[in-house]
């Protein structure tokens, strides 16, 4: 699931459940930030929900049935690539060393 993923599936559940247009949803749980995974490991993104009290009540809601399906989303890259890098499974990168002579 990428960040997207997760705030079509905000609208999508808040239309259903909540009724309202798709972008007044949207704009009332706002964008989906993804974040590094080392720093927060229960659950790697954020929503800063603005609305009304009805609609951040309904959000939370909805924020606690989606994270404890989707959890994880995939981690930003924390620099650029170097030449050399190897990506790990977890998601991260490893940097190739140099050994001093």
Same mark, same amino acid.
């Not at 959000?59 to 890259?77: D, G, L, N, W």
């Not at 924390?78 to 991260?92: M, T």
């Given at each position: 699931? /990428? /960040?997207?993923?997760?705030?079509?599936?905000?609208?999508?559940?808040?239309? *259903?459940?909540? *009724?309202? !247009?798709?972008a007044s949803w949207r704009k009332a749980v706002g964008p989906?930030?993804?974040?590094?995974?080392?720093?927060?490991?229960? !659950?790697?993104?954020?929503?800063?929900?603005? *609305? !009304?009290?009805?609609?951040?009540?309904?959000?939370?809601?909805?924020?606690?049935?989606?994270?404890?399906?989707?959890?994880?989303?995939?981690?930003?890259?924390?620099?650029?690539?170097?030449?050399?890098?190897?990506?790990?499974?977890?998601?991260?990168?490893?940097?190739?060393?140099?050994?001093?002579?």
């Amino acid at each position: 699931m /990428t /960040t997207g993923d997760i705030e079509d599936l905000f609208v999508t559940l808040l239309v *259903g459940v909540a *009724g309202g !247009s798709d972008a007044s949803w949207r704009k009332a749980v706002g964008p989906v930030t993804a974040l590094p995974v080392v720093f927060h490991p229960r !659950s790697n993104w954020s929503i800063a929900p603005q *609305g !009304s009290a009805r609609q951040i009540e309904a959000i939370e809601k909805a924020e606690a049935i989606i994270r404890q399906e989707h959890p994880y989303v995939p981690s930003p890259v924390s620099g650029p690539r170097r030449r050399g890098d190897r990506r790990l499974p977890s998601g991260g990168l490893r940097r190739r060393t140099c050994a001093a002579s």
